[in-house]
């Protein structure tokens, strides 16, 4: 019978062992199968395998030699550890679906070709930011080109405090046509600095602090001159004789309709087939 070569084999006693055997007899050295690294196998990725090898102390006399069939108790024989490994098909990892909020733009209500839409608050800062700057310069352009309409309002003021309820009624009678002039003024300048931007960066000052835009529904871009001119109808009745004292009402509905409607639009994006979404838009429309 041949001799059976030194090396390690299956514990002949513990099966989760593999035990030393010195070409004559079993030692006491022992070692577990599984490795402590077991964890970071690449079992499974499309990578060759080579034959289990188990490490030996350095200077020990031990040799590294692959894991054969271990033999029984003073017989000889081979174990089929000194076999190729098997070969594990490769599986693809696991896809899991996207975190909520991942991708925010793809969150709300867009446009027909996926742009997301501004929200209330981000339109609403806009419209604070650009009244503050329309109000300020068109109070220069009035003191500029209708001087009679800083006079009216002191007048009016000391009739107030001079509780004359008729004087204030008469100043208010002959003021008309000033008050007229300021108010074509006042649109007319507003409307100059709102379509010179829409048709340019269709961005305000207000819309680009807060980072939104206006385009088209059917596509994206700056407005056409047109487009941009729709969209200042609905404030042509601030200056309308008879109608502009209802326009404070009309002014209210106008600015909370995003609230509720599913375009997000304001009667006047209504007027223009507008809408205001998130982001720039290209210079050239498409």
Do not use: C
Not at 91 to 117: E, K, N, Y
Not at 157 to 185: D, K, Y
Request: without cysteine; hydrophobic residues 40%.
């Amino acid at each position: 019978m041949s001799q059976q070569p030194s090396g390690w084999y299956d514990d002949p006693t513990d099966p989760d062992l593999l035990r030393y055997w010195d070409g004559v007899t079993w030692t006491t050295h022992t070692a577990p199968k599984k490795s402590p690294t077991a964890s970071q196998s690449t079992i499974g990725m499309p990578q060759q395998t080579q034959q289990p090898t188990a490490p030996m102390p350095t200077g020990s006399g031990w040799q590294d030699r692959p894991v054969q069939g271990a033999p029984g108790y003073g017989q000889g024989g081979q174990y089929p550890y000194g076999q190729q490994a098997p070969q594990y098909p490769y599986q693809q990892a696991p896809q899991f679906p996207q975190a909520p909020g991942a991708a925010w733009m793809h969150a709300g209500p867009t446009t027909i070709d996926g742009v997301p839409l501004a929200s209330w608050g981000r339109r609403f800062g806009a419209w604070i930011i650009d009244g503050i700057i329309i109000a300020v310069i068109s109070g220069i352009l009035i003191n500029l080109f209708v001087p009679s309409y800083a006079q009216m309002i002191d007048d009016i003021t000391r009739a107030i405090e001079g509780n004359n309820p008729e004087a204030m009624n008469n100043i208010i009678g002959q003021s008309v046509g000033t008050v007229f002039l300021v108010g074509l003024l006042s649109y007319l300048f507003a409307s100059v600095y709102a379509i010179a931007f829409w048709v340019t960066t269709a961005q305000t000052v207000g819309k680009m602090a807060m980072k939104i835009s206006v385009r088209r529904m059917d596509r994206p871009g700056p407005l056409d001159l047109g487009t941009a001119v729709r969209r200042r109808l609905l404030a042509l009745l601030s200056v309308i004789p008879g109608v502009s004292g209802l326009y404070s009402i009309v002014l209210l509905l106008d600015g909370l309709w995003p609230l509720w409607d599913e375009k997000r639009q304001t009667l006047h994006d209504k007027i223009a087939s507008t809408q205001v979404v998130m982001g720039k838009q290209p210079r050239t429309p498409r």
